[in-house]
Structure formats: C-alpha cells, structure tokens
C-alpha cells in the first residue's frame, strides 16, 4: 500500500504560467481533500470531494480548480499561478461517514517567481 | 467562522518530562477535535482523535482531553522523548460538513536529551 501519493515533489514556475498537482490513493477512500500549508498559517483547505463526481469549495478556492479523475484521483489545477500561491500543497483522503481521520501525502513544494 | 488556535511558540522541553499542548477554538463545539504530528518535509499524520462527550482519550504515552466549558483541548505526552520533537496539529471537525477539517497553525515541540 503506497497510500496517498504526489506528483510532483517540488515545482518552480513562473507568474502565469500553469500546471496541475497529481494526487492518486489506493486505500478506497470516498473522500479526498487537497490543502495549501503557509508558514504560521496552519493547513487550509482548498478543495475537497465527498464521492466521485463531486467537488465542493473549502476555505481558499480562489485561483484553483480540481477534477476527481475516479476514485483513486484528485487533481488540482492552476490555470495562472501567481506568487500569492507559493506554498506546500498537501493532498489528503479519508473515509466517510464517519469521524474518520485524514490521510496525507508527502506534499508539492510549489514556488512562483 | 470557526477558529482552531494554537501556542506558535515553539515549546522546549527535557527528556523524560511530561509535553502539554494547548488548543482552543471559538464559537461553538466541534463535533471532534483529531491530532496530527508533522515532521519537517512531510504530511502530517493521525494521531488521536477526541468526541465532544469525551473528557478523555489515550493511546500509550499519548492523552487528550476536552473541555467544552473552556473551549480548549490538551495534548499530552507522557516520558518524552527527543523523537517526540515534531509539530502537533490540532483539528476541528463539525459532523455535518463532509469531515472537512479546520487546523491550527500547529505547535513545534522540542524535547532535548
């Protein structure tokens, strides 16, 4: 079991250009989530999706869209970074119906010049 | 909007002696307040979770407590060690809301041999 994976690990891009956060899990989880982590600013959440073939707005979607591929995948897209969006990304799946606890992947470290 | 706060002070402590983490939050209960432990370049991983009618909860040298009329939530490590020395996470979770989780910005523990 690899649990929740990134791709990629680190990523440097330039204001407005655009790329797209992998996040896949192999652990059957309904649910995943994708944060941004700031120093001092804790987690916050971005996107998350219930069940496949939803997506909701969390706490910071602005600048950022997501597809839930299937089950196993979550993508976060940034159609025109910029430096306000320089962060570690975190991914994260868990099970519902329940208060079940996160999993997370090992983080995107992205920066935008 | 419901606010999850954490001591930013890194917080040092000698081997051996007991770690006491503070989390409060505003407003009204969360449903559930969960802890994770977050090593530098890495995702944060689960480590207990709390109800709302639990004053209580333990895992080996791990305890949380929770007190409502406080609004405030203790973490715990008992015969600390220098492997102990991470960033702990406290997390809310309302039961009605896709286990969307709100977290504080983390405390840094430091334990010295």
């Known amino acids: 079991n690899a649990g929740v994976t990134q791709t990629p690990k680190f990523q440097v891009l330039k204001t407005g250009q655009s790329m797209t956060l992998q996040c896949a899990q192999d652990?059957?989880?309904?649910?995943m989530y994708w944060y941004r982590q700031d120093p001092g600013m804790g987690l916050r959440l971005i996107y998350y999706?219930?069940?496949?073939?939803?997506?909701d707005k969390g706490e910071v979607p602005n600048g950022y869209n997501v597809s839930r591929l299937n089950k196993r995948e979550f993508s976060l897209r940034l159609e025109s970074a910029a430096p306000s969006q320089t962060s570690v990304y975190f991914c994260?799946?868990?099970?519902?119906?329940?208060?079940?606890?996160?999993?997370f992947g090992p983080g995107t470290r992205l920066t935008v010049t | 909007s419901q606010k999850i706060e954490q001591n930013s002070e890194a917080l040092n402590i000698q081997e051996g002696k007991t770690a006491t983490l503070t989390c409060n939050y505003t407003?009204?209960?969360?449903?559930?307040l969960q802890w994770y432990r977050q090593d530098p370049g890495r995702g944060p991983v689960f480590l207990l979770l709390i109800r709302e009618n639990e004053k209580e909860k333990r895992k080996e040298r791990l305890k949380v407590t929770f007190d409502t009329t406080l609004k405030q939530s203790l973490f715990h490590i008992t015969a600390s060690q220098p492997a102990d020395s991470a960033t702990y996470l406290c997390?809310?979770?309302?039961?009605?809301?896709?286990?969307?989780?709100?977290f504080g910005g983390g405390t840094r523990l430091m334990v010295k041999p």
């Open positions: 994260a799946s868990s099970q519902t119906g329940g208060a079940y606890e996160q999993y």
């Open positions: 997390a809310r979770m309302n039961n009605n809301a896709g286990n969307m989780l709100t």
């Open positions: 407003n009204y209960s969360p449903a559930y």
């Open positions: 999706s219930a069940s496949e073939g939803t997506t």
């Open positions: 652990m059957n989880h309904n649910s």
